[in-house]
């Protein structure tokens, strides 16, 4: 019984895409506006589209200055900010100015890009195929890291007229780098140094409701879950509303897949921008992608999808079992930010994950830090953002 209702929860936390039931008394223009969009804050926006190689069309923004230094418009250091899982470029600048790192690393001069993996709100588009195929969804990290990195990275410094371009990873998209750094060399070499805050490699120890979706079996996760966008059922949302989080704004919180699967500091969450956050979250992805983390919490490793079967993975990788990827390969200077109460990036999981980055240059463990306090706490800036931004000054010199 305990199972089902976990299950239950999950269909219901996965939400709408905006994530939330009922009506915010919101005041916020920002809740309507996409992530180019630059008539509230006053900071530039520009938008572009990067074509992978197998035909997804991602959206790519860019803050190409600052409020402060908008009569300078010369050549700028280049810093390109990646999103987590279920999120989107907007999580780097969905607080305000002085706390969003987008908005920051603008007004210390740097011209800044916001990547989007594909199967997000901005990023659903593909050459060959359509959304609504099973044949759009056919993807996990592994094809980000394989074709959506490679393809931003060198579209952005290929219109920036650069060498190189400073990488801030959250999440999944440490996860993503660590794989495109160690498998690519020659695009490691393009990387001045990355920035990983929240660090996610292997999940052994993730302690995310996540991770009670390896109890499912996989038949049954398909026909819970489909098997294209990771997405929405809504027949337990009276459960959780009532037994769970009868709190008005608990619930709204609850119900959102994002902070279920990642948790949230309530008491280092700025409320006031909650429905900035739900609007824009979660971004989608893949029920593929949803799996290879349920896989990845089942077998301990930080390796490719499993395709299901010996032949089948012979036919992706040349091999009867999923490869491993080896960090050790990885030459890119790092930093690293972690948490001491994050539940997806497990202190365990980072503790086996430091040891075998052989270019780790600082790392900073925040003991009440949780999975989204490194994009939307309060006090990140204090904690992170001026950290980084005093490292890439230094970098400058």
Same mark, same amino acid.
């Given at each position: 019984?305990?199972?089902?209702?976990?299950?239950?929860?999950?269909?219901?936390?996965?939400?709408?895409?905006?994530?939330? &039931?009922?009506?915010?008394? =919101?005041?916020?223009?920002?809740?309507?506006?996409?992530?180019?969009?630059?008539? /509230?804050?006053?900071?530039?926006?520009?938008?572009?589209?990067?074509? %992978?190689?197998?035909?997804?069309?991602?959206?790519?923004?860019?803050?190409?200055?600052?409020?402060?230094?908008?009569?300078?418009?010369? #050549?700028?250091?280049?810093?390109?900010?990646?999103?987590?899982?279920?999120?989107?470029? =907007?999580?780097?600048? +969905?607080?305000?100015?002085?706390?969003?790192?987008?908005?920051?690393?603008?007004?210390?001069?740097?011209?800044? *890009?916001?990547?989007?993996?594909?199967?997000?709100?901005?990023? &659903?588009?593909?050459?060959?195929?359509?959304?609504?195929?099973?044949?759009?969804?056919?993807?996990?990290?592994?094809?980000?890291?394989?074709?959506?990195?490679?393809? %931003?990275?060198?579209?952005?410094?290929? !219109?920036?007229? #650069?060498?190189?371009?400073?990488?801030?990873?959250?999440?999944?998209?440490? =996860?993503?780098?660590?794989?495109?750094?160690?498998?690519?060399?020659?695009?490691?070499?393009?990387?001045?140094?990355?920035?990983?805050?929240?660090?996610?490699? %292997?999940?052994?120890?993730?302690? +995310?409701?996540?991770?009670?979706?390896?109890?499912?079996?996989?038949?049954?996760?398909?026909?819970?879950?489909?098997?294209?966008?990771?997405?929405?059922?809504?027949?337990?949302?009276?459960?959780?509303?009532?037994?769970?989080?009868?709190?008005?704004?608990?619930?709204?919180?609850?119900?959102?897949?994002?902070?279920?699967?990642?948790?949230?500091?309530?008491?280092?969450?700025?409320?006031?921008?909650?429905?900035?956050?739900?609007?824009?979250?979660?971004?989608?992805?893949?029920? #593929?992608?949803?799996?290879?983390?349920?896989?990845?919490?089942? +077998?301990?490793?930080?390796?490719?999808?499993? *395709?299901?079967?010996?032949?089948?993975?012979?036919? /992706?990788?040349?091999?009867?079992?999923?490869?491993?990827?080896?960090?050790?390969?990885?030459?890119?200077?790092?930093?690293?930010? =972690?948490?001491?109460?994050?539940?997806?990036?497990?202190?365990?999981?980072?503790?086996?994950?430091?040891?075998?980055?052989?270019?780790?240059?600082?790392? !900073?463990?925040?003991?009440?830090?949780?999975?989204?306090?490194?994009?939307?706490?309060?006090?990140?800036? #204090?904690?992170?953002?001026?950290?980084?931004?005093?490292?890439?000054?230094?970098?400058? !010199?």
């Amino acid at each position: 019984m305990w199972l089902l209702l976990t299950v239950a929860s999950l269909i219901s936390a996965l939400g709408t895409t905006h994530g939330f &039931r009922g009506k915010l008394n =919101s005041e916020s223009p920002e809740v309507t506006m996409n992530i180019s969009d630059d008539r /509230h804050w006053a900071h530039p926006r520009e938008e572009y589209e990067v074509v %992978t190689e197998d035909g997804y069309m991602l959206g790519t923004n860019r803050i190409p200055y600052g409020k402060k230094n908008s009569e300078n418009r010369g #050549q700028r250091p280049v810093v390109f900010l990646q999103h987590g899982l279920l999120g989107s470029a =907007s999580n780097w600048i +969905s607080n305000l100015p002085n706390n969003s790192l987008g908005f920051l690393l603008a007004d210390a001069d740097y011209d800044v *890009w916001l990547g989007n993996s594909r199967g997000n709100t901005w990023a &659903r588009r593909n050459i060959y195929y359509s959304p609504d195929s099973v044949e759009f969804w056919a993807f996990s990290f592994d094809e980000m890291a394989k074709y959506d990195l490679p393809s %931003t990275i060198n579209f952005i410094l290929k !219109k920036t007229g #650069q060498e190189k371009l400073h990488y801030v990873g959250h999440s999944q998209g440490t =996860s993503i780098s660590f794989i495109t750094f160690c498998t690519n060399p020659k695009l490691a070499k393009r990387i001045k140094a990355f920035y990983a805050l929240a660090p996610v490699a %292997t999940v052994k120890y993730m302690k +995310s409701l996540l991770n009670k979706l390896t109890l499912i079996p996989l038949f049954l996760f398909k026909i819970i879950f489909g098997n294209t966008i990771f997405s929405p059922h809504n027949f337990f949302d009276e459960f959780l509303a009532t037994k769970v989080c009868s709190h008005e704004m608990l619930n709204l919180l609850c119900t959102n897949a994002l902070f279920i699967f990642c948790g949230f500091n309530y008491k280092n969450l700025n409320i006031s921008r909650l429905d900035v956050y739900l609007s824009h979250n979660p971004a989608g992805t893949s029920v #593929q992608n949803i799996l290879h983390w349920t896989q990845a919490a089942k +077998s301990g490793k930080f390796q490719g999808f499993d *395709w299901g079967s010996p032949v089948q993975n012979m036919m /992706h990788y040349n091999q009867p079992t999923p490869p491993n990827y080896n960090l050790t390969d990885m030459r890119v200077p790092l930093a690293v930010w =972690s948490g001491g109460n994050d539940r997806l990036a497990d202190p365990q999981d980072v503790d086996l994950l430091l040891p075998k980055l052989s270019n780790l240059t600082y790392h !900073k463990k925040i003991p009440s830090y949780n999975h989204l306090d490194f994009i939307w706490a309060t006090d990140a800036p #204090q904690e992170v953002y001026n950290e980084i931004i005093s490292m890439m000054k230094e970098d400058k !010199k």
